[in-house]
Structures are given as structure tokens and as C-alpha cells.
């Protein structure tokens, strides 16, 4: 095998950064206003917003995650894949458009547009920092392991320091670009690993002459321990009742949790109407789902040309199987050309998780709760952007602490885990606002907090916090609660904690904006004016 080049591949990060910084500093030139830095002037096209969707959704954990996952459990670690695939049709079909419609930068705006304005906006606020901070544990986790291998950086320290340049350069992006300047990053990025895992795919084809079988046959020599195993269901989650209860959970959270994502949410207000907002969705289906068949091959050609032994014995471990499989097609340039890419990836979604949450306090908390305003704010508010930015460093610093910590867990399931939040605390409030009169504050501050409280709760008495040597805490000894992801059972109990807390308040629901409301998120109208004033 061909040996990694450090100075090679600093060289090709240190372009890449060069290249997106020059973007985003020529982008954030135009950003004067909060619209512009909140949601980029609402001036990117459908087709422009769903490449930048695919660029913040295939995140380190679709790369460098389900890869890994593939090669290690074959047909177990696929299921990801579909997974993460299939949520985009409950995105599309029953929240994008009627979201966009009826909010203006944040989840709170939807949430709150018939409740009570402040309770619910601060408990938006908080599910969307809970999300985001799960999901940035999981970038900079992919970015120590990714970074460490491509430097030979072996040594904690050294893997911490890399984590913490990386979120400084996440901080920088989001300061200067604001959401124009991280969706032209999230673009690039899109295009840039599409293509490599495109150009990888058809490599590790052409060398088994296009035929999946041979393919899949090497895969199996290979790992002598699971054998044919890895061509059928049951290698990672088929060991016994409880394994396939998480699977099931697994499988709830991720299908479940994608419409309840802000970082994906939030992309739908950089469009300028509904019919492009539908329109970005397709596309980013489309892209999506052309590369989570790529990551089929991706993850069975690492098992057959590296397999299960070096990826295991990477600094990295499963999240390395995509670098040491272009390692292996294409040597030390290769090697250097995809690290960077999944070095965008990383950068490009922790910028969008941090402008999210950034956005979510400076518009839900800052403006609508400690400034009291009606949530009718006017589009050019100054402070509202420099709050907005003071969080961003906040959420920076905490993220680049998290990351530390969770250096070495598999990305794709610390990923799976932001999944089971947004699933748990944020869709049930939003399916139960866009459709049942009935709703009330109770019953969203009920569904949010009692969701995001449970599921949390659950996760930390997981087997995936203590108690197992691949934990977090692996000499803590806490796991209550025998399922790693919570989702089969915090997701019921949050819609349960919703319908409970509407039936048992005696607060009535406002029938003029809850008709206000139906109107403008079926048909559009009046959502322009609202954001136009």
C-alpha cells in the first residue's frame, strides 16, 4: 500500500480553505441585513438550494460513516444509507413547502405563528441548540479521526488540536459569510464530493469490470471472520432481540428525524417562494440518492482491496475506510484529493449547524424574547446580526469541547443520535402545528421540552454513553437503558407528551391565525407580504 503524504495532502487542504474563504469573503460583501445574513437575501434558485441541501445533508457521516459501516457489516451498514434516503420523502411531502410558506428564518417562526409567541420560541431555541450540538459532536469527531490519519497523527493531543483548528475555521465562515457565504461553501462542497465519490465508485468498478457479484465476492474473501454474513441482514444488529429493537429504533430515528432537522429546516428560507423550496427538495433527492448508491461500492470496495483488519487498526477505524480505499486505487494524491473533500464536508456542515443555532437564538431568543418583539421584526436589524455572531463563536467553542471528547465514535451513529432529538422534540410539535386545530402552547411546550428531556435522558443510560468498551465513558458503568439509539421509544412519547398536554390545557387555540395559518401554508398566500415588508 502506498503511504500517505502529510505535506501533500496540508497542501491540498490549504487550498480548499483558500478557495472557500476567497467565496465567502466575496459573499459576504452584499450582507448588510438580517435577511441577508439569516436566510442569504432569499435570492438562491431551487435547483442552487437543493445542491446546497445535498452539500449540508451529506454530512462526515454519509462519507466517511457509512462507508466504514459498509465495510465492517456489509448489507447492516447500508441501512443507513436507505434510511437517510427515504426521510427526504416525509420532508418533502409534509413539511417543506408548507414551512416555507409560513415562516420567515427559524423553526420558531413556524411553531410559534399561532401559540404563545415567547414560551414557544424559547422552547425552539433550545431544541434546535440541542440538535445542532449532537450533530457538530459528530463533525469534529470525523474530523479528528479524518485529520489524523492523513497527518499521522497518532496522539491525542495532537488529534485535539486538529478538532479545535477545525472549529476555528467553522467560526471564521459563518462570521464572514453568514448563510450566503456557508451555502456557497455547502455548494462547492456538494459538487466536489459527488464527484469524487462518483470518479472512486467507478474505479473500484472498472478493477472487477463493472460486475457487483465479483465485487461483493472480494468483500467476502476478505473478511474472513463475518464471511457471507456480510451480504445479508443481521451482522450488526441481528445478534439478538435487543439488537434488533435498536435497529428498529435506529431505523425510526433516521426516517423520522430528517424533517425535523433545523440545519435542513432553516435552508428552506433562502428561496423565494414555496415552488422553489418543492423544487430544491427534488434535487436534493436526486443527488442525495445517486450518492448513497455510490457509498454501496464505496463501502464493499474498502472490505475488498483494505479490509475489516486495517480499517480496524486506522486512527480513525471505520471512519477511515473511504480515505485508505483511495489510498489503495490511487496512492498519496488521491488520498490527499478525497481527504479534502471530506475536509469540506465537515467544514461546510458544522458552518450550517452553527448558523442555525446561532440564527435560532438571535431571532427566536434575542429579538422575539428579550427584546419582546411580535416576531414581525423588519428585515434589517443590525443587532440581531451581531448577537447572531457572538453565538456563533459560543457555539464554536462548546462544539470544539464536545468534538474532543467524542473523538473516535463512529460518526454515522453519533449522528443517528441527533436524529432521535429532532425526531423526538421537534417533529410532533411541527406535524401537530401545520395540522390539528386543537394545538396549543401547552401541548408544544409539552411535546418539546417532554421529547428533547426523554430522549436525552435515554441516550445518556444508553449503552452508547457507558458500560461497553466502544462507549464514550468506557470505564463508566451507567446504562440503564439497553437500547443505543432511544428513538422507538422517545419519539411515540413525544407526539403522546403533545396530544396530553392539548387535551389537559385549558388554553384555547386562536382560530383566526390558526386559519391564517392554514391558509398561507396550504396556498402561499400572504407569505410573501410577510416577508417582503
Known amino acids: 500500500m502506498n503511504e500517505s503524504s502529510p505535506i501533500l495532502n496540508i497542501s491540498i ?4 480553505v ?11 460583501r452584499n450582507t448588510k441585513t438580517a435577511a441577508d445574513y439569516l436566510a442569504a437575501g432569499r435570492a438562491f434558485t431551487g435547483p442552487q438550494n437543493g445542491i446546497a441541501i445535498a452539500g449540508d445533508y451529506l454530512s462526515a457521516a454519509s462519507f466517511l460513516g457509512i462507508a466504514g459501516a459498509i465495510a465492517l457489516n456489509g448489507y447492516d451498514g447500508f441501512l443507513y444509507s436507505i434510511g437517510f434516503l427515504v426521510a427526504w420523502l416525509v420532508a418533502l411531502l409534509l413539511v417543506a413547502e408548507l414551512l416555507r410558506n409560513t415562516g420567515k428564518y427559524t423553526m420558531g417562526d413556524v411553531l410559534s405563528f399561532r401559540m404563545r409567541q415567547r414560551p414557544v420560541r424559547a422552547a425552539a431555541a433550545t431544541s434546535t441548540m440541542a440538535v445542532s450540538f449532537f450533530y457538530l459532536l459528530a463533525q469534529m469527531a470525523g474530523a479528528g479521526g479524518l485529520v489524523a490519519l492523513l497527518l499521522g497523527i497518532t496522539g491525542t493531543a495532537g488529534q485535539s488540536l486538529v478538532i479545535a483548528v477545525v472549529g476555528a475555521l467553522m467560526i471564521a465562515y459563518v462570521l464572514i459569510g453568514g448563510m450566503k457565504g456557508t451555502t456557497w461553501v455547502q455548494i462547492i462542497k456538494a459538487v466536489l464530493l459527488i464527484a469524487g465519490a462518483g470518479i472512486m465508485t467507478l474505479w473500484v468498478l472498472g478493477m472487477y469490470k463493472f460486475n457487483l457479484s465479483s465485487l461483493l465476492g472480494a468483500a467476502v474473501e476478505n473478511a474472513p471472520k463475518a464471511g457471507e454474513k456480510l451480504l445479508g441482514p443481521g451482522l450488526a444488529y441481528g445478534k439478538n432481540g435487543t439488537t434488533k429493537l435498536d435497529f428498529l429504533s435506529l431505523a425510526l430515528a433516521l426516517v423520522l428525524g430528517t424533517a425535523g432537522l433545523p440545519h435542513i429546516l432553516m435552508r428552506f428560507y433562502t428561496v423565494p417562494t414555496a415552488k422553489e423550496a418543492r423544487r430544491s427538495v427534488v434535487w436534493a433527492i436526486w443527488l442525495i440518492g445517486i450518492f448513497y448508491l455510490f457509498t454501496l461500492v464505496l463501502g464493499y470496495g474498502a472490505g475488498a482491496l483494505v479490509g475489516p483488519d486495517a480499517i480496524n487498526k486506522a486512527p480513525g477505524k471505520a471512519n477511515s475506510a473511504a480515505p485508505l480505499l483511495a489510498l489503495e486505487l490511487g496512492g498519496p494524491i488521491l488520498l490527499g484529493l478525497i481527504a479534502a473533500v471530506a475536509f469540506a464536508t465537515i467544514l461546510a456542515v458544522v458552518a450550517g449547524l452553527t448558523i442555525t443555532a446561532s440564527a435560532s437564538f438571535a431571532h427566536d431568543i434575542y429579538a422575539n424574547i428579550i427584546k419582546k418583539g411580535n416576531g414581525n421584526d423588519s428585515d434589517d436589524k443590525t443587532d440581531e446580526v451581531k448577537v447572531a455572531r457572538i453565538t456563533a463563536i459560543v457555539i464554536g467553542l462548546v462544539s470544539i469541547g464536545g468534538g474532543i471528547i467524542a473523538n473516535g465514535q463512529n460518526i454515522a451513529f453519533l449522528v443517528a ?7 423526538s422534540a421537534n417533529l410532533p410539535t411541527i406535524l401537530y402545528s401545520l395540522f390539528w386545530k386543537r394545538f396549543n402552547t401547552s401541548g408544544a411546550l409539552w411535546s418539546i421540552y417532554g421529547g428533547l428531556i426523554v430522549t436525552i435522558t435515554l441516550i445518556i443510560l444508553s449503552p452508547a454513553v457507558s458500560g461497553t468498551p466502544t462507549s ?16 422507538i421509544v422517545s419519539i411515540p412519547v413525544a407526539f403522546l407528551l403533545g396530544y396530553i398536554g392539548t387535551i389537559l390545557s385549558k388554553d384555547k387555540a386562536d382560530p383566526v391565525k390558526q386559519a391564517e395559518m392554514e391558509v398561507r401554508s396550504l396556498t402561499g398566500a400572504g407569505a410573501e407580504k410577510a416577508i417582503a415588508h
Open 13 to 16: 487542504f490549504g487550498v480548499f
Open 18 to 28: 483558500l478557495i472557500t474563504l476567497f467565496v465567502v469573503i466575496r459573499a459576504s
Open 417 to 423: 443520535l441527533a436524529f432521535a432529538v429532532a425526531a
Open 472 to 487: 464514550m465513558f468506557k470505564n463508566a458503568d451507567f446504562d440503564l437503558f439497553p437500547l443505543s439509539n432511544p428513538g
